[in-house]
């Protein structure tokens, strides 16, 4: 029964937590307040996880170290580089895998499907910080003093996320209209949060998906107004009223909304086609991305459960 560390208990750290637990792994998750699924092979513990000789204690003897933190969006400049930090002098001391969960702010605008081999090229903050944090991982790993992988998602799907499409189908459901910032016939690729575990997983487990990035098992892109109308059908809801919000809106509304205004800098995400490819994932790691309506399904009777 092997040992494994979560850093955060959001969306994904809970389902990996979870993932891990019930095929009989035993899991620590560590967070400031000691939160994290009630499980009885899950330990919470509170901890400061930037603190890096508190979390190198926590993950003695861990097969592996997993990232699954998140800092609040205009809290990433200051927050993520000394919790990176931390995590990565955590896996260095104790030889366990560092497996991150990261997403696809570091390429930046670009024009047809995103690959793991597509260049880093964000010039947004958040892209950056991301990509420094890749960077300095991976040097590490390159050097022979941690082992690393990370597994990169577009939007998540998934009960208990705050991703737009999260925001939208709440009002969807309830007939209401819901008024975002979005191109919503661009077809965009989504990431079920249980596909995230799974692949973390896998990754973090394997020694082929070590010293690489990993896209996350995705289904065929679809747009958001596609995505509304089928989450709309499953649930016997009216067809979904969707009002685009011209971009000055969103610019206004940054001025008193710190996650508004985080929001321009990736608005290009929302404007045009967003399509990741993961073939090298199911290639490799053996993981097929959930259908889109079995996830919706779940997504749906979750909401209204």
């Excluded at 590490?140 to 939007?155: F, K, L, N, P, Y």
């Amino acid at each position: 029964m092997s040992l494994h560390v979560i850093v955060g208990s959001g969306p994904v750290g809970t389902a990996t937590a979870r993932l891990l637990a019930e095929r009989g792994d035993r899991v620590r998750v560590v967070t400031r307040r000691g939160t994290g699924p009630t499980h009885p092979a899950v330990e919470r513990v509170a901890a400061d996880a930037a603190d890096a000789d508190r979390l190198t204690a926590l993950t003695e003897g861990a097969v592996a170290l997993h990232n699954c933190a998140n800092p609040a969006y205009h809290r990433w400049p200051t927050d993520w580089p000394p919790l990176a930090g931390a995590l990565l002098a955590a896996a260095e001391r104790t030889g366990a895998v560092l497996a991150t969960v990261g997403n696809l702010y570091g390429y930046g605008p670009v024009d047809g499907p995103m690959t793991e081999e597509t260049p880093l090229a964000a010039t947004g903050v958040k892209g950056r910080v991301r990509n420094r944090m890749w960077a300095d991982a991976l040097a590490a790993h390159r050097a022979g003093r941690a082992r690393i992988t990370e597994v990169r998602g577009s939007d998540y799907l998934g009960a208990g996320g705050t991703s737009l499409p999260m925001l939208v189908l709440p009002r969807v459901l309830a007939g209401q209209r819901a008024l975002l910032p979005v191109n919503w016939d661009a077809p965009h690729s989504w990431t079920y949060i249980e596909d995230v575990a799974r692949t973390l997983v896998a990754a973090a487990t394997d020694p082929r998906a070590w010293g690489r990035a990993w896209h996350v098992p995705s289904a065929p892109a679809v747009s958001m107004r596609e995505l509304a109308t089928r989450a709309a059908a499953l649930a016997g809801a009216p067809a979904p009223k969707l009002t685009r919000m011209p971009y000055p809106v969103l610019w206004l509304g940054g001025l008193v909304n710190p996650f508004a205004r985080e929001l321009r800098e990736t608005a290009y995400q929302f404007d045009r086609p967003f399509l990741m490819d993961s073939d090298a994932a199911t290639a490799t790691l053996g993981i097929a991305p959930t259908p889109l309506d079995r996830s919706l399904k779940e997504i749906v009777a979750a909401l209204r459960g």
